[in-house]
């Protein structure tokens, strides 16, 4: 007894000695498995990181060189400022063909940008924008090699073929490409690049100005080329767009898009998901384009307030100036009096940095400030720069305080503009439009942008010439009064807003109010349905 006592004990000795041993080396064990546990969660969370730095380098990459097509219009627009002068002194054109030939530009380029949709949808996203790449090299080549005024117009109007579809495809690119969390800034790059396109051509302008003239010009439009060869090269680097591949169902390509340009498994499943269910509905989608171009002609009165604000904020836009200032700014510095091409081009690069300098800090602030205080900064800011400009023009006359006031007025109308209408436009033209109406909606506001873009190109040294250029900039300081009491009126604030929210800000007030009952239906379910999970 006393032995299996002595037994008993000692088992129980051991026992419990066994049990706080198996407990330590539980412990221990636990602990093993803890810090294993922590170590994969740390290597998952390495790669996630990594993943999340890689996609990202990925996805801006593809933005910049989808954006490599905005710089064409953006070099085009602030070259030809300059090289005009050289191509009027050696082909002796006229000062309308002169403006024909800047102006014919942006008309030329709606064919370019209503093809553009058909075409990407035939042969693909990025190869539309290698198109547009050959196109565009086919033209500047030709006005590179123009012996005649003809052969230029040929070259320009190809030129504005290659850039209206360039302009149309980028923004859609990066939409497409882009993951939802960076969509907004990344869908700002082309916008971005115009400007700095405007300001290359500048600085083109001003280093071979010291050619002789009948070659100077040549080189600054064939420097344009350049852009268009590294698009060619980075056809061969970024992927196709993954909407496009599933419309062609080729959804394991579009997947594996996708994992390169999304953070998360979850997230590729998501968007793949959305895609497919958006490709599903294709065909219904091309059966309601008829109606809804017909709700477009017939609109309610929500959506006419709508398109009232839509194409009127878009027309705006051009109608104040703008591309007259950028064209033509040699023109205004030599009609204020500043004396010798090389002193005019050097004036014009001033106002390319400022309007690439100010562009930038409009992107930062957009969604910070809101829409409607950044374009009351800027129609204002115009209001007064235009109104500046030209009573410096015709009250100091070509004195150095009236030079350093015209050229003061100029960099300050452009930075207005790029810290306000220039880019705020396009957002609120992409916001304010139903869902099912926003691409044929935003269409008409890019066609009338387009069209007071060449209008205003195309006419502007002809009125000049008429009511002088201080007259001329007075109607575009009156223009611009008025916008400042457009944005008043009839531009809602849509920061911080849904797009239903928004859609909800233009319709009568029994429409509100139906909209807020439906509101609160959506409501009540979503109770309704927090009710039942918790029980």
Known sequence: MGVQESENGGEMGLSGVSLGVKNKYRRMDSEGFEDDDFAVASNDHHRQLERSRTSRKYVYACAVFASLNSVLLGYDVGVMSGAILFIQEDLKITEVQEEVLVGCLSIVSI??????????????????????????????LTMTLAPSFGILMIGRLLAGVGIGFGVMIAPVYIVEISPTAA????????????????????VSNYVFSGFPAHVNWRIMLAVGILPSVFIGFALFVIPESPRWL??????????????????????????????????????????????????????????RRMLITGFGIQCFQQITGIDATVYYSPEIFKDAGVVGNTKLLAATVAVGVTKTVFILVAILLIDRVGRKPLLYVSTIGMTVCLFSLAASVTFLGNGSLGIALAILSVCGNVAFFSIGIGPVCWVITSEIFPLRLRAQASALGALGNRVCSGIVAMSFLSVSRAITVAGTFFIFSAISALSVAFVHWLVPE???KSLEQIELLFRKEHDLQGGQVEMGDVERLVQQKQGLEFQ
């Open 494 to 496: 849509t920061k911080g």
């Open 183 to 202: 969509r907004g800034s990344l869908t700002s790059f082309p916008e971005i690049f115009i400007n700095l396109g405007i300001l290359l051509g500048y």
């Open 246 to 303: 599933v419309m062609k169902n080729r959804v394991e390509e579009a997947k594996s898009v996708l994992s390169n340009t999304n953070e998360s498994d979850k997230e590729v499943e998501e968007r793949l998901e959305e895609i497919l269910a958006a490709a599903g509905v294709g065909d219904a989608e091309k059966g309601e384009q008829k109606a809804v171009w017909r709700e477009l002609l017939n609109p309610s009165a929500g959506l």
């Open 111 to 140: 064919i370019g940008s209503l093809a553009g949709g058909r075409t990407s949808d035939a042969i693909g996203r990025k190869w539309t924008m290698g198109l547009a790449a050959i196109i565009f090299q086919a033209g500047a």
